[in-house]
């Protein structure tokens, strides 16, 4: 059974500072996804990450896979209130000629002034 | 319509009865997923539907729980006898087919049914 598993679950930071979130999943998989959860809102994707050693970036956010140890990182850079959200990582897994897609828990990220 | 559209956006129903949500996907997208997300927590997989092939219904709780997808288009779950811990929101998803290369292969989702049962 596929486990995506996201750390931490919540995280509270101070505008300016720098951190990581951290997704790990169980199977093989070679694609990753991203996805951005405001208050009652729905999902709205990030990224999609491809392939081992992907690196992308979007102002503020940059995510990247290693495939071999099955681990994506979504890191912060100078957080602003802005990116008050929950995050999600999503990963496809290859079933016959489906591609199911399962997420993590999503980490609550709240910015502080 | 250019998004994936659900409804109702919410619903009110009494234990026991049965609820039909709807999704219409975008179109031309020939995946479309049904997911689970119970307040403040990450999303259940319900069911996920790829073209012609059989769906995958591996996530459906119950079987109270069913979806269809008539046409390859619009979809509809079926809560039947419907319990309160199903209330949740119902969040309806489609893309193209998930395994090509191209980074358009994301999911898009609807807005949610939010489902309460009394």
């Known amino acids: 059974e596929l486990k995506v598993e996201q750390n931490p679950l919540f995280l509270s930071m101070q505008e300016g500072k720098n951190y990581t979130i951290y997704c790990n999943y169980s199977t093989t998989s070679d694609r990753l996804y991203w996805y951005r959860q405001d208050p009652g809102k729905s999902l709205e994707s990030l990224f999609v990450?491809?392939?081992?050693?992907a690196v992308k970036q979007e102002g503020r956010l940059m995510a990247s896979l290693d495939t071999k140890a099955r681990l994506s990182t979504l890191h912060i850079t100078a957080a602003v209130h802005d990116l008050s959200a929950t995050y999600f990582c999503?990963?496809?897994?290859?079933?016959?000629?489906?591609?199911?897609?399962?997420f993590g828990a999503g980490t609550r990220l709240t910015v502080k002034p | 319509g250019a998004g994936v559209s659900q409804s109702p956006s919410n619903k009110v129903t009494e234990k026991g009865k049965d609820v039909e949500l709807r999704c219409d996907p975008i179109?031309?997208?020939?995946?479309l997923y049904w997911y689970r997300q119970s307040l403040g927590q990450g999303l259940e997989f319900l069911i996920y539907f790829q073209g012609n092939s059989a769906p995958d219904k591996s996530g459906l709780p119950s079987d109270r729980f069913s979806a269809e997808r008539t046409g390859g288009s619009v979809s509809t779950l079926t809560i039947q006898r419907t319990q309160q811990e199903d209330s949740a929101v119902y969040l309806c998803?489609?893309?193209?087919?998930?395994?090509?290369?191209?980074?358009?292969?994301?999911?898009?989702f609807g807005s949610g049914t939010q489902l309460s049962v009394l």
């Open positions: 999503a990963v496809t897994i290859p079933m016959g000629n489906n591609n199911d897609m399962r």
């Open positions: 179109s031309g997208h020939t995946a």
């Open positions: 998803a489609s893309s193209w087919s998930l395994g090509g290369m191209t980074t358009n292969e994301k999911l898009f």
């Open positions: 990450l491809l392939s081992n050693g």
